[in-house]
């Protein structure tokens, strides 16, 4: 079905690995419109509760877009480009009400980058670069790197990065706070599976509720949102089930 990313299944974990090794994953139209397929059914499967999005190799996870399909857009073709990614991938995987973890395996930059900031979660190796290198293409990023990169580093340090089109290492990274930890390569994926599996173990549907609220916070309504979405809690099964468990002093079991 696909011929640009892998996916496999596992504990209701759905693992997307972009493969494009030779090309260091740079994400063409194809790829995109790939991950917006494999992360829509992901979404509708009952089956998966998570995913993991990573790339293939061991040097990048996805090391920007394709230049080659860059070069000879327009403005109306630059535009509707970088409409059309954010509202089928970038945003879709942002908005996605499952947790996705991005596992950083190498290079992250431009679109890389933006993939990896869309993801709720990222989790990197220690040989990771980061960065937004599209003002030496005489370009910004476009998938929404502007407004991400400031929300976990801060405008004066996005300025920076942006700015200069710089690469940082995962260290320093992590010390920013675009990172939530860093691990030996040998150690990427089982740390977001074992990341992953403990979420899954939480009820869904307060999980759900949680990425609603905290991505909301990011837009005028963020705290009427997270009112609405804690007292809609209070309907569900889950919570039946998480404090009949809590008063019983059992372990909960959520389905």
Known sequence: MYKNILISIDRRILTITINRETKLNALNKDTLNELHLAMADALQNSEVGGII??????????????????????????????????????????????????????FALGGGLELALACHIRIASENAKL??????????????????????VGKGKAFELILTGDMIEADMAYKLGILNHVVPADFLINTAVVLLQKILSRSPQAVSAAIRAINSGYSSDGFNTEIEEFSNCF?????????????????????
Do not use: H, M, W
């Open 53 to 106: 999005i990573t790339g293939s190799g061991t040097k990048a996870f996805v090391a920007g877009a394709d230049i080659t399909e860059l070069r000879d857009l327009d403005e109306i073709g630059g535009l509707n480009l970088a409409t059309e990614g954010q509202e089928k991938v970038f945003n879709f995987i942002a908005g996605a009400t499952k947790p996705v973890i991005a596992a950083i395996n190498g």
């Open 235 to 255: 309907k569900t099964s889950d919570f039946k089930e998480g404090t009949a468990a809590f008063i019983e002093k059992r372990i909960a079991n959520f389905r």
């Open 131 to 152: 960065g937004f290198p599209e003002v030496s293409l005489g370009l910004i990023p476009g998938y929404g790197g502007t407004q991400r990169l400031p929300q976990l």
